[in-house]
């Protein structure tokens, strides 16, 4: 079975400043994806980012970008640039492939995320 | 255009009655999954419906159940409620990407 590991339960970062949420995997398929969720009070999940395992280049979508290492099972978050409407939950996700029919998604505990101004 | 549209919002339920949540898709989804999110967890895969039968089931006992419409919409039914099943329900839907959009969940309180 995956397991998805975040090892830092709280981060905080100032405003304006670049932060990195750390996750870590377990895994002996070779083909899957990697998500980031926020979570923010509003408790509605919205994916941040993913990463399909069989890309090398690192995802990036605006300010948020990753650092994926397949060998190391390694998938960090960057946040540049730090905004208060950041500040929330982030989750870990890893999900198998093998094709559309597969939507079960394996999450991490969370880091939660303050935004000092 | 709507998105994931879950409902109650909030409820409170006494050990040993039953629960049902309903979930109403995105527009084009036919695809709906299930989680438990406890307090301070990240969610946990319950189940998930296509084509009006369950395709995918996590580690969670028969007392939980789910139905899919003809519409697409979906619901939860969890029997025998117990202490440990208080949690934030979400409901996900899918296009058939694989990519999933949630609700703002359902709270279950259960005393």
């Known amino acids: 079975a995956q397991t998805v590991t975040q090892s830092q339960p709280e981060m905080s970062v100032q405003e304006a400043e670049t932060v990195t949420l750390s996750c870590t995997y377990d895994t002996s398929e070779s083909d899957y994806y990697l998500f980031w969720y926020k979570q923010p009070p509003s408790r509605q999940m919205i994916l941040v980012i993913r990463?399909?395992?069989?890309?090398?280049q690192n995802a990036t979508e605006n300010r948020f970008s990753v650092n994926f290492q397949k060998a190391a099972k390694s998938f960090s978050l960057k946040i540049s640039d730090s905004q208060l409407g950041d500040a929330a939950m982030y989750f870990c996700a890893y999900r198998s492939g093998g094709g559309g029919s597969n939507y079960k998604l394996t999450f991490g505990k969370g880091t939660l995320l303050t935004v000092n101004p | 255009d709507a998105g994931v549209t879950q409902s109650p919002t909030h409820l409170i339920k006494t050990r040993g009655q039953q629960v049902t949540l309903r979930c109403s898709p995105k527009?084009?989804?036919?695809?709906v999954s299930w989680y438990q999110q406890a307090l301070g967890q990240g969610p946990q895969f319950i189940f998930q419906y296509y084509e009006e039968e369950e395709r995918q089931r996590g580690n969670f006992p028969d007392r939980f159940s789910g139905h899919q419409f003809p519409n697409y919409s979906s619901e939860l039914n969890v029997n025998a409620l117990l202490l440990g099943d208080s949690a934030l329900y979400l409901c996900?839907?899918?296009?058939?990407?694989?990519?999933?959009?949630f609700g703002e969940g359902s709270r279950l309180t259960v005393l």
């Open positions: 527009s084009g989804h036919d695809t």
């Open positions: 996900a839907s899918s296009p058939g990407t694989g990519e999933l959009f």
């Open positions: 990463q399909e395992a069989y890309k090398q």
